[in-house]
């Protein structure tokens, strides 16, 4: 009698652990399946963010890339024609005038919404000839020291540095000196074209370092661009 009850005992404590066991694998499975859940959430939280970074970058870098192509293709550097191109120049000496040319050793323009926003004219100085008449001692005079002085100064140049509407001012660099000037720009449908006077004294372009009577401080010029 005693060793049925005790075998009743035992098999009730063996059901009541088994019953705890089955519970507790119960809980410990939906504590894992929660844990798993708020993994998972996490997960995929944390990837639509990096989607959404990667996405807002990838839109940046596109604007960005859009602003520098708009802004390059604000400024247009113009190739200039030199064989089309030319500089012309005209002065006094006594009651006669005479004029010619000087040929364009380089140039460049560029244009900033269709408009000239800078350039630069070298001139090949030693190239200078009298058009009027045909005199080598008239030319090779303006190449002598107290004209052109091109042995020592063979090219000249003017380098737009500010525009003003239909006027440009840039430095006009003749025989070492450079100084500033303003000059009216009239654009056509080739080209660009300027007309101005200078006085050649202000650059050193007189006779024996001198005012002469004869020959006029006044040089008319015209520099005309072919695009």
Known sequence: MKKTRLWILLLAAIALVVRWVQGTKDKLGTGLDSIKDTVEGAADTVADGAGAVVDWAADLAEGAADAVVDGADAVVDWAINLENSSVTWAGRSGPKSHNGTVDIKAANISMTDGEISWGNVVLDMESIVTLDISSDWLDDHLRAEDFFD?????????????????SVTGDLSIKGTTLPVTVPVTKEDDGARATFSIDGTKWGVNKWG?????????IDLEIFLAY
């Open 210 to 218: 001198v005012k002469d009577a004869l020959v006029s401080d006044t």
């Open 150 to 166: 091109v042995a020592n100064h063979p090219t000249a140049s003017f380098e737009i540095t500010k525009v003003e509407g239909d």
